[in-house]
């Protein structure tokens, strides 16, 4: 069974600009969650999606926004990049949202850097 | 706000010896703990869980030991190897999203 599929691996944008990042989850898998990861932050909750809907989202700023389509795949998309945007973008899915026992599987993630 | 702390950026120990690595948590309604590494250009992979009803729960050389009346938690490795350098990531969830910690990076010399 093919894990979590992120791409691109890596991305270079520019202060201002707005970048999609996209997420392919395990077959079968609904929910999807996204992370982003800086140095010292530990894993940052962005927002979770389940059956095209988002279901829970964390304290970022309208500037980060996703979506879910009808195969679970998902996108998320940051517009008017910031240099303070750069990180690691961590996609994870799972069976069952809000299941204890059914653990996150993450991506490899998205490096993104602004420059 | 960081409901869940790792105050420990980093650890080293001695191959064979135990590493411990701790966790608190602020949130009482929390009520399933995970604990997660990651390697290096990879992403994090679940390693062992609790659920708040118990209070130890062992996998192999990785036990997870859960004190809820100071909502703390701790992860024991025993022996360690050098395999086990990574980040350790803890995780809480109360069926909703699930929340991290900073991390610990754990170093295994030979």
């Known amino acids: 069974k093919a894990g979590v599929t992120q791409t691109p691996r890596y991305l270079i944008k520019t202060r201002g600009q707005q970048v999609t990042l996209s997420c392919s989850p395990i077959s079968g898998h609904r929910s999807v969650s996204w992370y982003q990861q800086t140095p010292g932050q530990g894993l940052q909750f962005l927002f979770e999606?389940?059956?095209?809907?988002?279901?829970n989202k964390g304290n970022f700023p309208g500037r980060f926004s996703g979506r879910q389509f009808s195969n679970s795949r998902s996108e998320m998309n940051v517009s008017t990049l910031e240099l303070g945007d750069s990180a690691l973008y961590l996609c994870?899915?799972?069976?069952?949202?809000?299941?204890?026992?059914?653990?996150?599987?993450f991506g490899n993630g998205t490096r993104l850097t602004v420059t | 706000d960081q409901q869940v702390k790792q105050n420990s950026p980093s650890l080293s120990v001695q191959e064979g010896r135990i590493s411990i690595l701790n966790c608190d948590y602020t949130?009482?309604?929390?009520?399933?703990f995970l604990w997660y590494k990651k390697y290096p250009a990879e992403g994090p992979t679940f390693l062992i869980s609790?659920?708040?009803?118990?209070d130890k729960n062992e996998d192999g050389r990785f036990t997870v030991f859960l004190n809820k009346s100071a909502k703390h938690l701790s992860l024991h490795i025993v022996p360690s190897q050098p395999g086990d350098s990574a980040v350790y990531f803890c995780a809480a969830t109360n069926n909703n999203d699930m929340r991290f910690g900073a991390g610990t990076r754990l170093t295994v010399k030979p």
């Open positions: 994870a899915s799972s069976l069952n949202p809000g299941q204890p026992n059914s653990p996150l599987h």
């Open positions: 609790i659920s708040s009803i118990k």
């Open positions: 999606y389940f059956s095209e809907t988002q279901r």
């Open positions: 949130n009482s309604m929390f009520d399933y």
